[in-house]
């Protein structure tokens, strides 16, 4: 007889998680020898190419190589929390913050708040809707879950291309955007809901690569359709008289 049970070994196996992982990716972390920035770039620049989804073949090869889709190289969220960091402080310039504080306090927030907090709430939301009502069983397959980190690497995917409109874009717009007039608040409304289907959009390739969940469609449309509701919203509320500007809001949120 054998000393175990094959039911142990489906419990072992069928649920994979970061636990065992995640200690390893926080070491490499601290070892940027150990990190390959070159090709985090290429991922990067393939993100705002037209066929963002060959992003995520990297993470198919990894599964079949490592048995997990996150990425076990923190060279990407490095890149990307020193790019946040270095628009933070460019704004921090441009709105002339009065002391050496508060331009570290706006870069500390941007980071840790912004980004670090707000993608782990988002990441932990998409990994448990997925896991809960997305995944699809097969009698002749292991059993899959989503990793948080993998959730994690979706959300950062999708932030670097709404990054670059309301980071990067919108700080050579602000000129124009933080104007009242009718022009600039539709064109601010426009750039935020624009960058926010892109997101939701690198979101959605992001779980459709996952050959274990279905219905990933609703990561896309529901959202898309939301947005494109609250924009018209916004235009009509323009046209009434009520000049809502997301730029200015979000400005007048971090900057007073």
Not at 15 to 32: E, I, N, Q, T, W
Request: aromatic share 20%; with cysteine.
């Amino acid at each position: 007889m054998l000393p175990f049970d094959l039911r142990d070994i489906k419990n072992t196996n069928d649920h994979p998680r970061m636990d065992g992982k995640f200690p390893d990716y926080l070491r490499r972390l601290c070892d940027f020898r150990q990190m390959d920035f070159e090709a985090s770039f290429d991922q990067l620049l393939t993100l705002l190419s037209l066929e963002p989804q060959r992003v995520y073949t990297s993470f198919y090869y990894r599964k079949q190589t490592k048995n997990q889709w996150a990425r076990d190289d923190p060279a990407f969220i490095v890149i990307q929390a020193s790019f946040v960091a270095i628009a933070a402080f460019a704004y921090a310039i441009a709105f002339r913050h009065p002391s050496f504080w508060g331009y570290l306090w706006t870069i500390i927030y941007s980071v840790i708040v912004d980004w670090l907090f707000v993608g782990m709430a988002i990441a932990s939301t998409s990994a448990h809707i997925a896991n809960k009502y997305m995944r699809q069983y097969h009698s002749h397959s292991v059993e899959q879950e989503v990793e948080w980190l993998y959730a994690f690497d979706v959300h950062t995917n999708a932030f670097f291309c709404s990054f670059m409109i309301t980071y990067v874009l919108q700080y050579f717009l602000l000129p124009i955007l933080l104007s009242r007039a009718i022009i600039p608040c539709i064109l601010s409304n426009t750039l935020y809901a624009g960058a926010s289907i892109w997101y939701f959009y690198i979101s959605h390739l992001g779980y459709r690569a996952l050959p274990f969940l279905g219905n990933t469609q609703v990561f896309f449309w529901y959202p898309i359709v939301t947005i494109g509701c609250l924009w018209i919203f916004s235009i009509m509320l323009i046209i009434l008289g009520l000049r809502v500007n997301f730029t200015r809001i979000v400005m007048a949120f971090h900057f007073g």
